[in-house]
């Protein structure tokens, strides 16, 4: 197979972990016998020092005549002063908005050798495994904005077709694994999210009876994620809540810097990119973890070109890894840890 793959480095550690990405990624096409074409772009906060925008027209031309695009994190204090009037984050949002990516993927498993990684205790985390649908295109971060010496506004507003379709792509999800569904919302005080709880309850029911469907209002959620993680299977949520709670979700697993992500829409191209930020006070250092980003890369295998083998070679070279004793600094505990490249390196050789 031949593919074409654009690359968003972005800012702070991202440049360095999407470099370890696409290195597996290399060493993915060298063993199965693809051609990988990699398009290196500026995005983000470097787009804005070096063009004046932080998605420039050739960046968005690239990411949509490509395959898929692996983007490694955006942003940092240079470019978020409260008078700024270019943001990094704006691109991000324009990005998603122009390739259509309106659910986003989020699985957090926990591994086995880092049950002790995490601030919970090993038997409140262990088994862990479940996948976060954020819808992604709309809620409040996309809303009307109004901004006064004084006053502020966000407009937080969903149709019910935008809730539809994100729960088709949770339903069918959920159909493939455990067959059970819990929907995040606050019906007891939102209409948005009264009108989510009734689209989400109308779409299950018809298109799959079989998977059990739980409601829960999303500050009891951020409560039994830390009580009962493991009882999660398949979770959609609107866009703000799902920002909040995957990153809280992601400590389950013991870092931020181990959980992936994948922004899909109607079509095969999809954004993928690890959830942490950019990490600025650790840029430049080699430290950063590259492991969200590398299993970032095999969700890209997996949904955009439909290569589930090369996915599972990923997955389980990452996971050997783990087992044998890989750790950044984000998990090493008291060992010794390894470097952004270093880790990087454990992975591709252990690629069969």
């Known amino acids: ?49 070096r063009h004046g925008d932080p998605l420039p027209e050739d960046t968005l031309a690239s990411c949509k005549s490509s395959d898929a695009i692996l983007l490694g994190a955006i942003g940092g204090p240079k470019w978020s002063a409260p008078d ?7 691109g991000l949002l324009r990005l998603r908005k122009e390739l259509g990516v309106y659910a986003n993927l989020r699985p957090v498993a926990v591994h086995p050798a880092l049950e002790n990684a995490t601030t919970l205790k090993p038997e409140v985390v262990r088994g862990v495994d479940l996948v976060f649908v954020r819808e992604l295109t709309g809620g409040i971060y996309f809303g009307a904005k109004t901004r006064s ?26 159909l493939a694994r455990r067959r059970k569904l819990t929907s995040i919302d606050k019906s007891n005080v939102l209409d948005t999210s009264r009108l989510w709880r009734e689209v989400v309850t109308r779409v299950m029911k018809a298109e799959f009876p079989d998977v059990a469907v739980e409601h829960i209002l999303v500050d009891a959620a951020a409560m039994h994620l830390i009580r009962r993680p493991s009882d999660f299977d398949v979770i959609v949520t609107e866009n703000m809540f799902g920002d909040i709670l995957t990153d809280e979700a992601s400590m389950l697993a013991g870092s931020l810097g181990l959980s992936p992500s994948a922004s899909l829409g109607d079509g095969r191209r999809g954004l993928y990119e690890p959830i942490h930020g950019s990490a600025p006070d650790i840029a ?59 880790a990087g390196t454990a992975i591709v050789e252990l690629l069969r």
């Open 1 to 49: 197979m031949k593919a074409n793959i654009t690359v968003l480095g972005g800012d702070g550690i991202g440049p360095e972990v999407t470099r370890e990405g696409v290195r597996v990624l290399q060493r993915v096409a060298q063993i199965h016998g693809h051609q990988f074409v990699f398009d290196e772009r500026d995005f983000g906060g470097i787009a804005i020092d």
């Open 84 to 90: 700024a009037k270019l943001r990094p984050e704006a």
């Open 149 to 174: 010496a004084t006053d502020a506004s966000d407009l937080c507003s969903y149709s019910a077709a935008e809730i539809e379709r994100v729960t088709r792509v949770a339903g069918a999800l959920a």
């Open 284 to 342: 430049g250092r080699g430290i950063a973890n590259p492991v969200g980003t590398i299993l970032s890369a095999a969700l890209l295998l997996r949904h955009s070109l439909g290569l589930e083998d090369e996915a599972r070679c990923i997955e389980t070279a990452v996971a050997r890894a783990l087992d044998t004793g890989l750790r950044t600094a984000d998990i090493a505990g008291g060992s010794t840890p390894s470097s952004t490249a270093a």
